[in-house]
């Protein structure tokens, strides 16, 4: 027992480690946190695969406690809870050997849960309010535009700009519900595909069988994303219950359009895989299915489109041979 202590504790070590730098990168680098985000789960998924779910839970543990004593409260119950969280979650889907769609559900209600409870405990330490929220909001708009004014901007510039970010701030607190929901999609759907790549390449290597190729959303999801755009069409005018109904609508969209966007990309993939395209061209069909959803919302038409089209079925070689689809 005592040769074998210092090897068994070496991965919750490393684990801890890089889980920490990167909660550390989000404290130092505010913007980095999007792209860190989704590596966060990945240390502790790992151990709890390789070594079992109590050295993964003394990762999550020990890196929120390192964390809280390098940064703060925030920066440290954001670390805990994304690593506990998805992160069990990524693991218990991996070690079940779970379909592409049961994964991406388990994550997505993980990390919905982590990211309201480090919302719900910020706002409550914080004492916020929509009228406190709108007023900081407000404050740093105006902060904002004066920096820039300084460095040369013009005057119209900013004002334009700030008039924009003023809009966006007070739209924002309705669309909450959708923008959390979106970001659990993301989040999730990154973790995975982040795990897929990478747990068969460290050194402790780790089968991912996950097939996003195969993935498809049930098909009255499809008219989720129908009764959104119809609730546009109907709040059309003035009137206080209409405001509601479009609030409600754009919810629905955010969230429906983001899987759809999934179901999109493993279309994409499901295409590069059995065409056998090259790297380089398969880079850029990645790259441009996310641009186009970024500046078009294509993507997402193309999954959504799917549920009816079944491009997979409808476009499949004729010939054998093709290999697996992953």
Not at 37 to 57: E, I, K, N, T, Y
Not at 124 to 144: H, M, N, P, V
Not at 182 to 187: F, P
Not at 192 to 221: D, I, N, Q, T
Request: proline share 4%; charged share 10%; glycine share 10%.
């Amino acid at each position: 027992m005592k040769a074998s202590s210092p090897v068994a504790l070496a991965p919750v070590g490393k684990a801890t480690a890089i889980t920490v730098v990167m909660g550390l990168c989000m404290a130092v680098f505010p913007l980095a946190i999007v792209a860190l985000v989704p590596f966060l789960p990945l240390p502790m998924a790992h151990v709890v695969v390789r070594w079992g779910v109590l050295r993964g839970l003394a990762v999550a543990v020990a890196s929120g406690a390192l964390v809280f004593v390098g940064a703060g409260m925030g920066t440290a119950l954001l670390v805990f809870m994304i690593t506990l969280g998805v992160g069990m979650a990524v693991a218990q889907a991996i070690r079940g050997g779970w379909r592409f769609g049961r994964s991406l559900a388990a994550t997505t209600a993980a990390a919905l849960v982590a990211l309201w409870l480090i919302g719900t405990t910020v706002w409550l330490a914080l004492g916020l309010d929509l009228t406190r929220f709108r007023e900081s909001a407000d404050s740093s708009i105006t902060e904002a535009a004066a920096l820039y004014t300084r460095m040369g901007v013009s005057a119209e510039t900013t004002d334009a700009v700030s008039t924009q970010l003023r809009q966006i701030a007070h739209v924002v607190p309705y669309l909450t519900p959708g923008l959390v929901g979106m970001g659990a999609v993301l989040l999730a759907g990154c973790s995975l595909g982040l795990a897929y790549r990478l747990f068969p390449r460290v050194r402790e290597k780790v089968k991912v069988s996950l097939s996003l190729s195969g993935f498809r959303m049930h098909w009255a999801a499809a008219y989720a994303s129908i009764a959104g755009l119809a609730t546009l069409v109907f709040a059309r005018g003035g009137g206080e219950w209409r405001t509601v109904v479009l609030y409600v609508g754009l919810n629905v969209l955010l969230v429906s359009q983001t899987l759809f966007f999934v179901q999109g990309l493993a279309v994409a993939r499901w295409f590069a895989t059995t065409r056998q395209l090259r790297p380089g061209s398969r880079t850029a069909l990645y790259v441009g299915a996310i641009l186009g959803q970024v500046l078009f919302q294509l993507t997402g038409l193309v999954g959504l489109l799917d549920t009816w089209l079944d491009y997979r079925k409808r476009f499949a070689l004729k010939s054998p041979g093709t290999g697996p689809v992953r």
